[in-house]
Structure formats: C-alpha cells, structure tokens
C-alpha cells in the first residue's frame, strides 16, 4: 500500500482510562473509546437478528463509547448475486461483478441504520465509496489505499453512529471495487486503523478463534489469545474467520483485535496478541487449518536443465496467477516431474497457459486435478521443537492418507491430500498435537 494519508505511521499507546467493571470483565477497558465493530454475514442473515445487532450496538453506545459498524451482506446473498451474474456470463466481466456483489451490503447498511434509528439513536448509512475508502483498481480482490474518515468523524462527533458497508471501496475513477471474499472484515480492521479507535471487534457466528474449524472438529478449543503471527499463518492457510488481509492491516497499524460471537452476550472471545515473550508458555501447535481452493498442476517428463523451472512458472506469474507450493521432484534420465497449486479459480486458466508452454519445452504431459485439499499445522512454538513434522506425517500414515505435496516454514507444516480425508486429516492432526486437550 503506497500512500495510507489517513493511517498512523507507528504502534500507538491507547489513552488509558480504565473502568473498574465492565463488558468485558477483567480486562482493561477504556472510557468512551471509539470502537469499530463488524457483524458478518449470518449476524445480519435475517431482520430479527439485524435489530439483535442493533440492541447491542445500543447497549455499546449508553456506555458513552463512540461505534462505527461494519457490516457483511445478510448471509448466502453474495453467493446468491455471484450464481445469478453467472447466468448471464459464465466468467462474469470483473467490474460489472463488483457494481453487483456491492449491493449486499449496501442493503444491510440501510437495514441496520433503520433499526437504529427505531431504538431512538442517531445513525447514518455509508457505502464504501461515501465514506471513500478509496482502492486500488484490482476488481474482485481490490486492495486498500487510503480512507478519507472527515465525515465519519463528523457524524461521531455529533453523536451518530456510523454504519459502513463492508466489502468494497471505490478506485480513483470513480468504479466500484469489492475486496476479496470475506472482506468485510479488512473494511472493519481498515477502519479501525484510520480512525486509531481503541479496538475493533469482530462478531461473528463462533465465540472466537478456535484451535481448528469447530465444525469440523467438535472437540476443538477456544483459544483466548493468539498471537498476531499464528492467526497470520491461519488465516492465510484457510481458516476464514478472519480474511488474511484483515490480519495484515492489524499486524501492520497494531490495532487492537478481537474475535467474538454476536449470539452471546458473555465471554471476551479470542484477542490476537502482539507480545512476543508470551510464546515460550505457549503450547507448541496453536491449531489446524485447511482448504479445499487449491488446485494441483502436475508437468511430466520436463527437461531437468537451468531456467526450467521460470520457463514453466514466469507465464503463469506472468498472468497474475498466485503459486502456492511448488514440487521439483529429483531429475531421471534427464528428466524430471514439475508440480504446483494454484487457486481453484485459475484451474483452467493455468492449464490453458501450460499447453503452449509444455509443447516448446518438449515436456511429456500436463496433468491436473481439483480435488485436493491442503492441511495446515500451525504453531510458534514449533521453531524450538523437533519432531512436529514426524508426528503429523506417522498420524496420516496410521489413517492411510497418501500425503502429495509437503512444505514447510518455521511455524507451519501444510500437507496436500485428496480431498476426500480432509476431515479426517484435521480430526487426527488435532488429536494427535493434543489439541483438544488444555495446554
Ligand atoms: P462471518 O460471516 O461472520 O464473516 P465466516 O463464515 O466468514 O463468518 O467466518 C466464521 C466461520 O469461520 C465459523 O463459522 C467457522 O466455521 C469458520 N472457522 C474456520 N476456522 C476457524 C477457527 N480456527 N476458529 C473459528 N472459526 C473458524
Ligand atoms: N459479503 C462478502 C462475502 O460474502 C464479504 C464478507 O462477508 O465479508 O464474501
Ligand atoms: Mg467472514
């Protein structure tokens, strides 16, 4: 991000004037603090539970705070205008696709700030192109240049609430951007960087973060911290409670972060921390995560000589294409097999791009295949302990779960399997590092 006008430069020490009991219990909290709060998509999925959300940004606001509330599309609707764009065009024009998928949440908007408004407060509505939350022109995945936050501050001076969509932005032309699925939460984290509120919280449909999907592995565990880092890795290898660009942004402004259930009215949910020295009590693996976007491209028979490897991967780059992990394996007879990922998005895309490329290198064949999964073991406590990556492949191996791909970095292991035993991965993993058990 080249020019964030509006974003503090450094970490900032919040202004400390603490009240002895409050929503938060124990934890320190802060006299009218302004505090960015953003509801997804199933907290807002019906209109009773939109004026739920407007009852306890209420009962936020007559404790003096001051509230900015950021909020998804009500649940299914973007998934909803995205099948309905593709009625019409079967890869849908990119800006045309944002003009359409903004409307979720330019509804939402409009619904909360009326329910507000029914509970006798001040609230005002703003698309993300009011407030400007100006983008870069990247449709569909556009990224976060710069906020314009005068009116919000205006409107919270005098009293309002302010209610922001999620999800979207304007460029310099004037178009509509979106930010990437799940990015309300960026818009919520954005925000709370701009405007250097006190925290942002992040209510969704689960407690907090927990050491795995606690869908898929009803034994997992709310985590009541977990450092900046660890949700970074998390985050990025799958676990879609945060969108990794939200994290980013928190990682890069020091905004105060927490997880929380907008379906509960106690607990502190889950805080993403920035201390360092907490590590060394930290349990070894903080949690699991997987995801089932990748696909993998398989290039048999490539000629194993120098610049192989850029011949095949600089068009596909070239292209715009994200690699995630890449497998050369050892060259026979002078020949060697080349494997990758990308996303399930760019499937086709990259295969369409390889044939060309396979042909002038002479390579054997182009294979490929979407139905692979990739399982992640995260954790900090992993640089100083040896052995993680020896259980994790023992528990797949006891399970008979042929392991494709591997990579490693100093605080996660990820795992390519078929897609098939993804939810019995995750559930043997998290048994196996003892994630269901108290640390
Ligand atoms: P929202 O609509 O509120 O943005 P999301 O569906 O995007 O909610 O994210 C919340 C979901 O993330 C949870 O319902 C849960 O299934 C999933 N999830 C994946 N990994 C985790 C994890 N480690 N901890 C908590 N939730 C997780
Ligand atoms: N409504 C958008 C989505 O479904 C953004 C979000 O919910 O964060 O991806
Ligand atoms: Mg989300």
Known sequence: MATHRSMPAKPRIFPLITIKFNAFG?????KMALIVQKY???????????????????????????????????????NRLIALAREIQAQPDPRELDVMVSTGEQVTIALLSMALLEQGLQARSY????????TDS???????????????????????????????????????????RGGSDTTGVALAAALKADECQIYTDVDGVYTTDPRVVPEARKLDTITFEEMLEMASLGSKVLQIRSVEFAGKYKVKLR???????EGEGTLITFEEDKKMEQATISGIAFNRDEAKITILGVPDRPGIAYQILGPVGDANIDIDMIVQNVGHDGLTDFSFTVHRNDYQKTLEILKPVAA??????????DKIAKVSVVGVGMRSHAGIAS???????EEGINIQMISTSEIKISIVIDEKYMELAVRVLHKAFGLDQQP
């Open 259 to 265: 997880v929380l259930s907008s379906f509960e009215d």
């Open 360 to 369: 002038h290198i002479k390579a054997r064949e182009v294979q490929g295949g």
């Open 26 to 30: 124990s934890s320190e909290f802060l």
């Open 138 to 180: 990247a449709y569909t995945k556009a990224r976060i240049e710069r906020i314009d936050e005068a009116n919000i501050r205006r409107d919270l001076d005098e009293g309002r609430i302010v209610v922001v969509a999620g999800f979207q932005g304007i460029d310099e032309a004037g178009n509509i951007t979106t930010l990437g």
């Open 391 to 397: 259980t994790a492949f023992r528990t797949l191996a």
């Open 127 to 134: 698309t993300g192109g009011q407030v400007k939350i100006v």
């Open 40 to 78: 997804g998509g199933t907290s807002v999925g019906s209109s009773e539970r939109i004026k739920n959300v407007a009852r306890r940004v209420a009962s936020w606001h007559r404790k003096g705070h001051q509230l900015v509330i950021v909020v998804s599309a009500m649940s299914g609707e973007t």
